[in-house]
């Protein structure tokens, strides 16, 4: 079974740091880009990165760019969200979503999220 899993949320106070990581299991990892994205209640969810199944190309939400660096690693099926400086405005639940970099949206996963909560 294909699985997408999000990990290294938590409470953060602000100022503080924080890596998520995404780790996929019975897939080839390395066919996928992947993305993060977050959410909080009562608002849509919000793309903030991406990086390509080779890790060649990165690309982020402009408010984010400075603060938040995507990464991967083929060799372990795990990609990677730093996350610095944090602000209250990040908390959110962040999600994995993972697109196959030839095929599109027939290949297409979700994790189930890690929740982040930026508070004094």
């Known amino acids: 079974q294909v699985q997408f899993v999000e990990s290294g949320g938590g409470l953060v106070q602000p100022g503080g740091s924080l890596r998520l990581t995404c780790i996929a299991s019975?897939?080839?990892?390395?066919?996928?880009?992947i993305h993060w994205y977050r959410q909080v209640p009562e608002k849509e969810r919000e793309w903030v990165a991406e990086?390509?199944?080779?890790?060649?190309?990165?690309n982020y939400l402009h408010s984010v760019k400075d603060r938040f660096t995507i990464s991967r690693d083929n060799a372990r099926n795990t990609a990677y969200l730093q996350i610095d400086r944090l602000k209250v405005e990040d908390t959110a639940v962040y999600y994995c979503?993972?697109?196959?970099?030839?095929?599109?949206?027939?290949?297409?996963?979700w994790g189930p999220g890690t929740q982040v909560t930026v508070s004094s």
């Open positions: 019975e897939v080839t990892f390395s066919a996928y880009d």
């Open positions: 990086i390509a199944a080779d890790g060649t190309r990165t």
């Open positions: 979503h993972a697109r196959h970099a030839m095929f599109g949206s027939k290949f297409v996963y």
